[in-house]
């Protein structure tokens, strides 16, 4: 992304959108692997539109039981919040988030919380860039 805010202010306007439109799409490849997904659901893309907008309507929920676990130093707490989104993600094949929510389940369960609050900002940016990959896929909404 640095390059594209250096550069961005030189190239005319349609250019910057291509750039903008290959830097997200790039990101969102990262973040989730939509075919991956899709292959876990037998191909089925409406299946996959549905898991898509149910996990977009209920995480938020679990984020906040884990972001009030981490805040007030409950290990068990946080250990369920991170194997609930674990599931989720990885049954989306969001695995940068899968990976921070394993972590964080592990930190729950040895009930060492030392670095919740850092990894908890690491999900929450990467989640915030799920929801946009997902909310730009077909027919989710």
């Known amino acids: 992304m640095f390059v594209h805010s250096t550069f961005s ?17 790039a990101l969102a490849t990262e973040v989730w692997k939509r075919d991956e997904a899709l292959d876990r659901v037998g191909g089925d893309e409406n299946l996959l539109q549905e898991l898509c907008e149910i996990f977009l309507s209920g995480y938020p929920q679990l984020m906040t039981k884990l972001r009030e ?16 989104l674990k599931g989720e993600l990885s049954y989306l094949s969001a695995m940068q988030a899968t990976s921070i929510a394993r972590a964080m389940e592990d930190m729950g369960r040895e ?24 909310d730009k896929a077909p027919g989710v909404h």
């Open 9 to 25: 202010s030189r190239l005319d306007p349609l250019e910057n959108d291509a750039l903008t439109r290959v830097a997200t799409d």
């Open 69 to 84: 676990a981490v805040m007030s130093g409950d290990s068990l707490g946080v250990q369920q919040a991170a194997h609930s």
């Open 111 to 134: 009930g060492n919380l030392s670095s919740a609050v850092a990894s908890l900002t690491a999900l929450e940016r990467s989640m915030a860039l799920l929801h946009l990959a997902l």
